[in-house]
């Protein structure tokens, strides 16, 4: 495999697209569907808030490895952050997967791991689609399904 | 013209392809020896657009060098000049289509604009409630849309026939599903999804049995095979230059004399009348009633082009190239453990649609570019044929007249990588 390539499948990406965590529905939470026109894949999140807390993040669907582990490590990022430190976040995975590859990724610990999007533009759509589903549901869920475009 | 001397000959019996032939045609592209990611390029994206051939870009710079002006409307040299080369490059894809007449031609942007066009001013003019407009199972976004819009405006209803597990047109739903409410029968000729080549003439001589118009949609067909309007007695028949080795926002019309005259203008501007007064304006004879606004006219020019270098490596040469090919990719992909064909149709060209279990399209897409090699992932704007198949998306490889064993050798490498990285 070429550098790139392996820096984009990294290990942990794998293993998460194998083995995503956290998938499952979540009764009684906010439900928020995400969905990639470009290539219509269709994620659903969801978001129990408790006092101003994730208290638990999930989610379902298909789609590419990219979007699946990055689905899969954000639920595990999110999880017990106040609403505030998780706005935060989502501010800070789309700052680092949007960045130019030229510059060093902003550590953000495993999710660091999906900095690799960013040699293959065609695919930072796929990063941040479980993203962008997760900070609607934050703000209260949108009736639609949030698009990528 | 090198291709003139190097073009295979065109019998059916010596079709058989020499490495030595192919490997002449490529140099006609000048893309094909482009390095993609430092490796050789395998082009197997001929759905979405084909290459073009070194005397499509000269004759588009020829153009601008010699004739450059605006057609139908100067009395200087060169705007004759350039209304020459437009209304000739008219008569040279009406030649190519078999049309009766020039006038029967019309200029659009692309196939999308054509089936517009007559969904809007036939569908217009023709539909109302009650009427039914029948589609097939695996039409394309493009076919598919315009149509509900129509509906929508005239009470239309949409019919769809549906297609069976291989990806072929269920015909006794379509005898079914045909009857005297039936007003349009608009259907692909070569489905870019699945590959299927639909029994185009079966289909027209049954609408027209009931009545009904047909519009064949030959976006994906007309660069494989030849087509003859007249012979197939079709009424509509839409086609887009940039899949037949030619330019971008260039797309093509045919429709029969009788019903484009029938038919209200689409677009209103210049270059579309007869006369304009602030009361009212009366329309321009054919094709120009349906062409409003300064015209693509290189693009008109560069297709022409595309068209002769496509009929001296000839159709025959070309269907039997891409059928061998066709058999051999479909052996060698279906070869690739985990891998598994969409569309199987019995009658099927150029067109290779794969999903690989545990591997999302998109993947393997990635993986493969990295390989040198452009194949298309996703839906390919046909959202119902990935419904019908269960899949959220598909792999597809589409051949051209260029491409070779070492091409199809090259993506099931690749495939084989990519299993290897998400084993």
């Known amino acids: 495999m070429m550098d790139s390539l392996q820096e984009l499948y990294q290990e942990v990406i794998l293993d998460h697209n194998r083995r995503p965590r956290n998938f499952r529905a979540i009764a009684d939470a906010t439900r928020q569907e995400g969905y990639n026109p470009l290539c219509g894949d269709r994620l659903v999140v969801y978001v129990a808030l408790e006092d101003g807390v994730v208290r638990d993040l999930s989610f379902e669907g298909a789609g590419c490895a990219i979007s699946k582990a990055s689905a899969s490590l954000m639920t595990e990022a999110l999880r017990g952050k106040p609403l505030a430190a998780a706005r935060q976040l989502f501010a800070d995975f789309q700052a680092m997967v949007t960045s130019p590859s030229s510059e060093p990724a902003r550590d953000l610990g495993k999710l660091t791991a999906l900095a690799g999007v960013r040699e293959f533009p065609t695919r930072v759509k796929c990063a941040s689609l479980a ?17 990528t475009e | 013209m090198a291709t003139t001397d190097t073009a295979p000959a065109t019998t059916a019996t010596t079709a058989a392809v020499t490495p030595y032939a192919v490997a002449l045609l490529r140099e006609e592209f000048p893309i094909l020896s482009e390095r993609i990611h ?22 588009i710079a020829a153009y601008y060098e010699t004739a450059n002006a605006n057609v139908h409307r100067g009395v200087h040299l060169l705007s004759e000049r350039a209304t020459a080369a437009f209304e000739d490059a008219r008569v040279e894809v009406a030649a190519f289509f078999h049309a009766a007449q020039p006038h029967e031609i ?75 409410r039936t007003k349009i029968v608009a259907m692909s000729h070569l489905s870019n999804a699945l590959g299927t080549v639909n029994p185009v003439a079966e289909i027209i001589a049954a609408a027209h049995a009931v009545g009904a118009v047909v519009l064949v949609d030959g976006a994906q067909a007309a660069y494989h095979m030849a087509v003859d309007v007249q012979a197939l007695d079709v009424d509509f028949y839409v086609a887009t230059g940039h899949k037949l080795y030619g330019p971008t926002g260039m797309g093509v019309l045919y429709g029969k004399t009788a019903l484009l005259e029938a038919m209200p203008p689409f677009l209103g501007g210049g270059d579309m009348i ?24 290189e693009g ?12 001296r490596v000839g159709f025959t040469w070309i269907g039997a190239h891409e059928a061998a090919l066709l058999a051999y990719a ?94």
């Not at chain 2, 008109?300 to 009929?311: S, Y």
């Open chain 2, 38 to 59: 430092g490796k050789r390029l395998a082009y197997l994206d001929n759905a979405a657009t084909t290459q073009k051939p070194r005397e499509v870009l000269a004759a």
């Open chain 2, 300 to 311: 008109a020019v560069a297709l022409a082009a595309a068209l002769r270098f496509i009929q």
């Open chain 2, 106 to 180: 019309v200029f659009t942007r692309n196939a999308t604009e054509s089936i517009n066009l007559v969904a809007h001013s036939w569908g217009g003019a023709n539909l109302s409630a009650g009427d039914e407009v029948l589609i097939s199972a695996m039409e394309h976004h493009s076919n598919i849309v315009p149509w509900q819009m129509a509906c929508a405006r005239t009470g239309a209803q949409l019919r769809v026939v549906p297609i069976d597990d291989r990806g072929a047109l269920d015909l006794e739903a379509f005898r079914r599903l045909l009857g005297p």
């Open chain 1, 131 to 147: 993203w962008h589903a997760v900070n609607a549901a934050l703000n209260g869920a949108a009736p639609a399904p949030v698009s």
């Open chain 2, 330 to 423: 479909t052996e060698a992909v279906q070869a690739v453990p985990g891998v598994r064909l969409v569309g199987t149709a019995p009658v099927k060209a150029s067109i290779l649609s794969f999903v690989m279990d545990g591997v999302h399209p998109h993947d393997i897409g990635t993986v493969v570019d990295r390989a040198g090699v452009a194949i298309r992932t996703g839906h390919h704007c046909a959202q119902p044929v990935m419904a019908r198949f269960g899949v959220p998306a598909t792999a597809r490889a589409s051949l051209a007249m260029y491409n070779t064993r070492d091409d199809i050798d090259q993506l099931v490498a690749a495939l084989h990588e990519t299993r290897k990285v998400f084993a």
């Open chain 2, 274 to 297: 007869a006369s304009v007064t602030f009361e009212q304006s009366t329309w321009n004879v054919l094709p120009y009633k349906f062409e409003a606004g300064t015209p693509h006219i």
